[in-house]
């Protein structure tokens, strides 16, 4: 098994950062992918960005592009996400996955799963 903590979400104003961090432990030699999903009110889990180990791989949603920044350290099996710009439409529950993905942007291929963190962005 792999566990997954998530740390860094809160609340900031439109156009501030936040940072979100994941910390792995166990079997963490299963994990090729780490990525980050979120889920606001209503709506459906979304992917947000990804990271493959093996060759420093990033994956984004159009949504985020060159406002976040996902990265990985391998010697500490910790990914981050750094959200920059943020707008309201970010706020949600964000979740740190982990596994071997056939579909990086597919939440349901991901078999490690943390338990979440909210991040509220005010206007």
């Known amino acids: 098994q792999v566990q997954l903590v998530e740390s860094g979400g809160g609340l900031v104003q439109a156009g501030g950062s936040l940072r979100l961090s994941c910390a792995t432990s166990?079997?963490?030699?299963?994990?090729?992918?780490m990525a980050w999903f979120r889920q606001a009110p209503g709506k459906e889990r979304e992917f947000v960005a990804a990271?493959?180990?093996?060759?420093?791989?990033?994956y984004y949603a159009d949504s985020v592009e060159g406002r976040f920044t996902i990265s990985g350290d391998n010697a500490k099996n910790t990914v981050s996400l750094q959200m920059n710009s943020l707008k309201p439409e970010d706020t949600a529950v964000y979740y740190c996955?982990?596994?071997?993905?056939?579909?990086?942007?597919?939440?349901?291929?991901?078999?490690?799963r943390g338990q979440g963190t909210q991040v509220t962005v005010s206007s």
């Open positions: 996955v982990a596994g071997k993905p056939v579909l990086v942007r597919n939440y349901g291929y991901y078999e490690f």
């Open positions: 990271i493959r180990w093996s060759s420093s791989t990033t």
């Open positions: 166990g079997r963490t030699f299963s994990v090729y992918v």
